[in-house]
């Protein structure tokens, strides 16, 4: 079963990114989404890339990259996190094989069930409340939006982990995970904290305080 817990990369060049990333790992994460909009070439996001895979070797740490399937597959990540315009999940399945992780973005049930069906390991499904993290943003979900998708998807006998994205903060968490939801994905939360390692801690007794059904 996937971690509960994802760290999605940030910062505006190769050292604020890889900076960020190490500090996450050093302080608890065990799996890293790299996401770098901001680079200015693909030798910029090899560069990354391969730097970000040799320090999750280093600790065990589970790591997929955003979009980029060709990168993915170039540096033998774990997998890819895929945007609604992105690649699909047939193509990139066909790309990187049955071992590897892919993730899809979803906002509504119409985009989970497609992703389900086109095969996905997990969906992030957001964005819970407004992120500043995230241009272009999809309608907010709130509470009410993931208790709605996740019983229709009960109903449905649909099992595969979802995730919560877009703006959590620690004291969501609990309430999050009380409507059936897997797991998040944060970004700045862990990015701009000065005690990493009690927020991790608290994220995961959090999100593992839950044993469901």
Not at 19 to 25: E, G, M, S
Not at 65 to 70: F, K, S, T, Y
Not at 143 to 151: A, F, H, L, T, V
Request: glycine share 8%.
């Amino acid at each position: 079963m996937l971690n509960r817990l994802q760290y999605i990369s940030q910062g505006a060049t190769i050292e604020d990114q890889l900076f960020n990333i190490h500090q996450a790992l050093d302080h608890g994460c065990d799996w890293v989404q790299m996401r770098f909009k901001t680079a200015e070439s693909t030798t910029e996001l090899l560069k990354l890339a391969e730097a970000t895979k040799m320090l999750c070797d280093e600790y065990l740490a589970t790591f997929i990259i955003n979009d980029a399937v060709l990168l993915a597959h170039e540096v033998d990540a774990d997998g890819v996190h895929l945007g609604l315009t992105d690649m699909g999940i047939p193509e990139a399945r066909s790309i990187l094989g049955t071992s590897k992780i892919i993730g899809g973005t979803a906002n509504t049930l119409e985009d989970i069930l497609l992703h389900v069906s086109n095969g996905c390991d997990y969906v992030g499904l957001g964005p819970f409340r407004y992120t500043k993290t995230k241009d272009k943003l999809s309608p907010i979900l709130g509470i009410e939006g993931y208790k709605n998708s996740m019983e229709q998807l009960k109903l449905q006998q649909i099992k595969t982990p979802i995730y919560a994205i877009g703006g959590i903060q620690l004291e969501d968490v609990s309430e999050i995970i009380a409507t059936g939801i897997h797991g998040i994905a944060v970004s700045g939360l862990i990015t701009e904290s000065i005690s990493k390692t009690k927020l991790i801690t608290q994220l995961n007794e959090k999100l593992y305080g839950y044993v469901l059904v």
